[in-house]
């Protein structure tokens, strides 16, 4: 455990000097060094070598410090979403951890909510449901009343 929290201190830092505006302006010295000491070179294969294999083995090493990042990112964004849908009383506790879903049950779910903002459209205030079950109701209640007429597209 010891070790993963090392790593992680390690990468944010990384993370964090990768980004930042220094980072990239000795990014740019360095190409522009390279690029004057081109015709002292002579512009050989190594001097080409050189800034390839520096620009690979730095690309391969961000790769995965930036999917680690992203990683972080995209649970405590999880964790806050959960947190909101648990503090709503009229929030569905369904949605709570949908990311563990395959692609094809993320579709039903998104047919789904488009389902339901199909019907809230229908409505003249879209506040008035909050799931599809109630939204229908709603629709079939307003639609069974005399002299309602229900707005169809």
């Known amino acids: 455990m010891k070790n993963l929290n090392l790593f992680e201190r390690i990468s944010d830092k990384i993370t964090c000097a990768a980004g930042s505006p220094g980072a990239f302006a000795t990014a740019f010295l360095i190409i522009i060094i390279w690029g004057i000491c081109g015709p002292v070179f002579h512009y ?89 079950d109630s939204a229908e109701k709603l629709s079939r209640q307003k639609s069974q009343q005399p002299g309602v007429q229900s707005r169809k597209k």
């Open 44 to 132: 050989s294969d190594t001097w080409q070598l050189v800034i390839n294999t520096g620009t690979t083995i730095i690309t391969f090493l961000m790769v995965f410090l930036i999917q680690k990042t992203q990683n972080k990112d995209s649970k405590a964004i999880q964790l806050k979403l959960n947190e909101l849908l648990a503090a709503s009383r009229r929030a569905s506790n369904r949605m709570v951890d949908i990311e563990d879903l395959s692609e094809a049950e993320l579709d039903v779910l998104r047919k789904y909510y488009q389902r339901l903002s199909d019907v809230a459209e229908e409505e003249d205030d879209i506040h008035k449901s909050h799931s599809i």
